[in-house]
C-alpha cells in the first residue's frame, strides 16, 4: 500500500494517527534543526517535518530530496503549532519515520507553480509537466465535471448515450475532411466525422428518439489561434419534438450545469431573431452584459451635405454612456482600433454630450446644434455620455461597430467575469452566398429545415429564407447550434439541388440517408455543443487548450509527441500510397 | 407538440384522458366494422381503434396506412375488453378521433420484427431499419445503461474522465496502425490511437492519479469473424497503487455492473495462475462454468509400447462425467472435431468406464485393466464416465484439448447462459518469442513491468520473466486486462532493447515518455476493458457486432455508407499524396 490517505485529507482530528503518504516533493526548507517538506498531489498539500536530533539519518536522506521528487513518507500526524489557515490541512504536519525516494527528478524546465516561469512552447513540449500545475489541474477537473453534469442531465432525461463511427466517407460539403487510407480496400480511404450529424439523424430514423454524444469531432482546416484539428462536441439530437422543445431541453441543460457546477441559478434565457441580433449588435452572437445596442441615424444624419455619410448605406451610433469625458488620446486610440485592417473603418466620428449640456461633435462643420440634438435624443444620451458613430456598407458597418462595442466593453470593464448573459439566437438565414465560389451554401448544414413559409423563396429570394436552426451565444461566445432538419426526401433532394448537387453526386454522398427517409423518417432536430469551449466560457477564459489535456499548436502540431510525422516506407506501401514531396 | 405520451406509457388509470402519440405502424387489422392499428416506439406498442361508422373518413384514411408509416393519432383512453396482459398498455386502447401521416414509408426491405426475414447482408445496408428491431434495439439501450453504471462506480470512486488524443505518432511496435496524412505538414502523417496507452501513463506522471476514459480504439488489423477495425475500450489507469490495489478496485467495478444491470450478486472473483490456467485448461481465459480440468497422463501412460504416447510430449486426459454411454457416433464426431484442420490433432483416444464397472479404451491392444483403471484413478472417474485423451507437443495439444472441452462443454449443455464466472488470471509471461519475426515481443505491451524478481532473467531465459500482468476473464471470454507499468527510465530502456529497438529507435517513437519518467514518476498500473465486448458477455453472447449501432463488415466496410471510398484527387493533392493502384 502506496499510502494511507492522499496529501489534502488529513485534519485535526486525524492527530496521532500513524499515516502513509505519497507524494512529490513541492519545496523544502531547511532550518538547521528542523527540515520541512510540502509533499503534493492533486488533492493538496501536507507538511512534513524532519528532525534532525530525533533521526540524523532520516534527516540527512531527506535533505537531499529535490523538488519533483516522488516519496512515500510513513509518520505520526501532530497539531501544528504555526497553523496556515489557507490550506485545509494547515492545522496539521506529518513527524516523519520513514522516507522511501519512489522516484528521483530532474530539475524540471519550469517551476510547477500556478506563477510558472515556462513560456508556452517549453510548457507545450513538456505538457505532462505543465498538467502538474494546479491551475491546469483544476481546469482538466473541471471539464470532467462538468461532462459528468451533462450525463447526469441528458440521463435523467431519458437521453441514450450511442457511439457513432470514426471510420466514415468523405463528403467534400462543409469543411476540409481529414482522411485515412483503407489498406484493405487499396486507393479507397475513410474519412473522419466532422460531426456525428448523418448518424444522429439515422439515428432518429431508428427510433432512438433521444440520442447524445460526448464525442470528438475532426476538421482539417487552416487553425486560427484557438482552433484544434480535433474537438469535442456535446452531441444531440430528438424526434417527434419542435424547435421549442429543444430549446427548453437544453436551456435546462444549461441551467443545471450552472446550477450544480457555478451554483448560479440563470433565469430564462432571452430569445432574440438572428435579424435583431445583425440589426442592433451586429453580431449573431451578442454580448448582453452590457447595452450599447446599434442606432440607426439614416434618417436623421442625411442629406445635411456631409459626404461621407450620404454616400453610406448605413450609418450607426452606439451610446457609451459616461464617456463624454473621454479624452483626444483615448478617442484617437478608439479610432486606431477601428482603422486596423482586421476592422477595416476609415474614421470614428463621435458627439459628446457633455455635463453642462452642451454638445461636441467631430463633425461640427456639417450639423447645427439642434441637429446634433437629434443624434442625441436618437441615441437616448443623457447629459455625460459620448456617441460613437461609424459608416459603410450595411454589413460592413454592422461588423466593425460591433468590434467597436466589444472593444468599448472590455475597455470600460462591461465585460465582468462573473456575470453570465445567455442567449438564444433564433431564425438563421438557410443560406448564405459565397461570392469566390459563385454559389449559395447551406449556412449551418445541408440538413437544416428551411421554414415553411420560406421554402416558396429557395430559388426566388434564397436571402429571405429562414431556417428552422438556433445558436446558443453565453457572454457573446456561441457555445453551441443546432436546427430542426428536414425529414423528408423530396425537400432534402430539392435542397441539395439549390446547393449545386446532381442528382447523381447527392446521391453518391448522401443517398443513405435520403433512402433512410423513404422508410418513415419522424420529424426531428438537436444541437450540439463545444465541449472544449463551453468549459472556457464557464471560467470567463478565451482559450479553450487549457481545457484540454494534450492539445494541439497552431500547426496542427503536437510537440510533445513530435507528430505527425513521416511513416515507414513499408507503411506507406501497405497502404497503396505515395507521398508527393 | 407532437406527443403527449409515449407509445409504451398508457396504464389502465389513464383511462378517459385524450393522449396525442406519436410512432411507427407495426401492424394493422381490419375487422370490417373496426380497424386496430398497434403504433410502436422505442417504449412501447399501444392499440389504436378506428370505428368505422363513427367515423368514415378517418376509417378509411387509417385503412390506407402500411407498415412504417409514421403517425400522430389524437384520441380517448378506453379500457380495453380483450386485455393483452403480455404488454405493459395491453389493458388500454385509444379511440382515435384524429390522423396525421408524419412520414409515408415504402414496404421495407425485411420485416421489422425479431424474427425477422432478413439476412445479415441486407440488414447490415439497411442497418437504421434493422435498428428498428427491438433485439437490436435493446443491445443498444443495453450499452448505454452499461456505460452508464461503469462511469457511476468510477466517478463514485474518484477517477476522472479524461480525453486523450486522436491524432497521434505512430509506432511500429504493435499492431498496425491506420494513420491519416497530414495536410499542413507534407508528407507527415498522424496515426489514430491503438490505445491511450501512453497518454494515461503521462497524465499519472502529471499527478491526476486516477484516470478513465470510454474512448474509441483503432487497429489496422486483418478482421477475423467478429473484430472490427475501430472498437471501444474502457480505459482506466491509477497511480499509488501495486497490482492488489487494481484487482479490487476492478473486481468492485465488475460486481458493480452485474448488481445494477441483471440484479446479480457476484462472490469474490478467483485467482489463479497463467500457468495453472495453461496446465489444467489449455487457456489463459478458462471457462469455469463447468470443469474437466486437464490430467496430465505422461507417468501413467509412457513406456507401455505404445509408440503414440511413447513419443509425445504431453498426454492429457479429460473427464467428461457421465458420458460413458456416448455411442460410436458421439464419439465419431468429437474425433472428427479434434482432426478439423482449425485444431489439427491426429486423433482421439477414449476411455469408458462403464456402470457396470468395467473399463474400456480404444487402446486396448496396449493397456490392460489395471493400466487403464490406473487413468481412471487419476481423473478421479467414477461409474459412468468418459476420459478423453489427446497427445502431442507440449503447446499444442492443450490447445487442442482446450478446443475440445469448450465443444464438450456446449454439447452437454454445461456452458449456461445465465451463470457468470469470472476469473483473474495473473503472472502471465511478460516475452514471447515469435519464430517468424525470430526475436522476443511483449507479451502484453512494452510497458508492461516485469516482476522485480524474474529481472535477472530477461537475457538469460526470456521465457522465464513473468510480468505484473493480470487479465480478466468470464465465462471463457477476455473481458479486460492490464498491467503495473515501468515508471523508471533505465528499467523502460532495458525493456525496450530486450525488444530490439536501438536507443535511437526508442527515442525516437518513445521519447516522450522516458523522457517524462525522468521528472518524477509515481508508481502506477491500469487495465482495459472491451466495452463491445463486455456487453455481449454480459448477455451471454458471442457476437459483439449488434452492441454497436454502426459496425463494419470483415472487410472493414460500412456497407450502408458504402466507405471507404475514392475521394477527389483535388483531397489527395492537398495532402501531398497520390494513390499507388
Not at 431508428?206 to 475532426?218: A, L, M, V
Request: charged content about 30%; overall charge negative.
Amino acid at each position: 500500500m502506496y499510502r494511507s490517505h492522499t496529501c489534502g485529507e488529513l485534519r485535526i482530528t486525524d492527530v496521532n494517527k500513524n499515516v502513509t503518504l505519497s507524494g512529490w516533493v513541492q519545496t523544502s526548507r531547511n532550518f538547521g534543526e528542523l527540515l520541512f517538506i510540502d509533499i503534493r498531489d492533486r488533492y493538496g498539500l501536507t507538511q512534513i517535518v524532519f528532525n534532525k536530533t530525533e533521526n540524523i539519518d532520516l534527516f540527512t536522506q531527506a535533505n537531499q530530496l529535490g523538488r519533483e521528487f516522488v516519496v512515500q513518507i510513513k509518520g505520526k500526524v501532530v497539531e501544528r503549532s504555526n497553523k496556515n489557515p489557507k490550506n485545509p490541512t494547515g492545522e496539521i504536519e506529518i513527524i516523519a519515520n520513514d522516507l522511501n525516494v519512489l522516484s528521483a527528478s530532474k530539475l524540471p524546465p519550469f517551476t510547477i507553480e500556478n506563477n510558472t516561469d515556462g513560456g508556452d512552447d517549453i510548457r507545450m513540449q513538456y505538457r505532462y509537466l505543465d498538467l502538474r500545475r494546479g491551475e491546469v489541474q483544476e481546469k482538466i477537473i473541471f471539464r470532467h465535471k462538468v461532462g459528468h453534469e451533462v450525463r447526469n442531465y441528458l440521463n435523467a432525461n431519458g437521453f441514450l448515450d450511442i457511439e457513432t463511427p470514426f471510420l466514415i466517407k468523405s463528403t467534400p460539403e462543409g469543411a476540409r475532411d481529414f482522411v485515412v487510407p483503407s489498406r484493405m480496400n487499396p486507393g479507397q480511404f475513410y474519412a473522419l466525422p466532422q460531426s456525428p450529424q448523418t448518424f444522429k439523424q439515422l439515428l432518429m430514423v431508428s427510433g432512438f428518439d433521444k440520442y447524445y454524444q460526448i464525442t470528438r469531432c475532426f476538421r482539417d482546416e487552416d487553425l486560427r489561434a484557438d482552433r484544434q484539428p480535433e474537438f469535442t462536441q456535446i452531441d444531440c439530437e430528438m424526434a417527434f419534438v419542435e424547435q421549442e422543445d429543444i430549446l427548453n431541453m437544453f436551456e435546462g441543460l444549461i441551467k443545471h450545469i450552472f446550477k450544480t457546477i457555478k451554483n448560479i441559478d440563470l433565469p430564462d434565457f432571452p430569445r432574440m431573431q438572428y435579424d435583431d441580433a445583425m440589426r442592433l449588435y451586429g453580431s449573431d452572437k451578442p454580448d448582453l452584459r452590457f447595452g450599447m445596442q446599434f442606432n440607426e441615424m439614416n434618417d436623421i444624419v442625411k442629406g445635411k451635405d456631409f459626404k461621407v455619410f450620404d454616400d453610406a448605406e448605413l450609418i450607426i451610433g452606439i451610446n457609451a454612456e459616461n464617456c463624454a469625458n473621454f479624452t483626444r488620446k483615448q478617442l484617437d486610440e478608439l479610432t486606431d482600433f477601428v482603422k486596423r485592417p482586421q476592422i477595416g473603418a476609415t474614421g470614428l466620428i463621435y458627439l459628446r454630450y457633455n455635463e453642462d449640456g452642451t454638445l461636441k461633435s467631430s463633425v461640427d462643420k456639417f450639423y447645427n446644434e439642434e441637429e446634433l440634438k437629434k443624434w442625441a435624443v436618437s441615441a437616448k444620451m443623457k447629459e455625460g455620455d459620448l456617441l460613437l458613430v461609424l459608416c459603410g456598407k450595411a454589413e460592413k458597418v454592422r461588423k466593425q461597430m460591433n468590434e467597436l462595442r466589444l472593444e468599448l466593453g472590455n475597455k470600460l470593464g462591461l465585460r465582468k467575469a462573473d456575470e453570465f448573459k445567455p442567449l438564444w439566437v433564433l431564425d438563421f438565414p438557410l443560406l448564405e452566398y459565397i461570392e469566390e465560389d459563385n454559389r449559395w451554401f447551406a449556412m449551418h448544414h445541408p440538413f437544416t429545415s428551411p421554414k415553411k413559409e420560406d421554402i416558396e423563396f429557395l430559388y426566388t429570394d434564397p436571402a429571405r429564407v429562414r431556417a428552422d436552426a438556433y445558436d446558443l451565444a453565453i457572454n457573446g461566445v456561441e457555445v453551441g447550434g443546432g436546427s430542426i432538419r428536414i425529414f423528408d426526401k423530396q425537400l432534402q433532394a430539392k435542397m441539395f439541388e439549390r446547393l449545386g448537387f446532381s442528382d447523381a453526386e447527392a446521391q453518391k454522398q448522401f443517398g443513405f440517408l435520403m433512402n433512410a427517409f423513404e422508410y418513415g423518417a419522424p420529424p426531428h432536430g438537436g444541437l450540439a455543443f463545444g465541449f472544449d469551449r463551453l468549459c472556457a466560457v464557464l471560467n470567463s477564459i478565451e482559450s479553450i487548450r487549457d481545457f484540454i489535456a494534450f492539445p494541439k499548436n497552431n500547426s496542427g502540431r503536437d510537440v510533445m509527441l513530435d507528430s505527425p510525422s513521416t511513416i515507414d516506407e513499408k507503411q506507406l506501401k501497405e497502404l497503396n500510397i505515395n507521398t508527393t514531396i
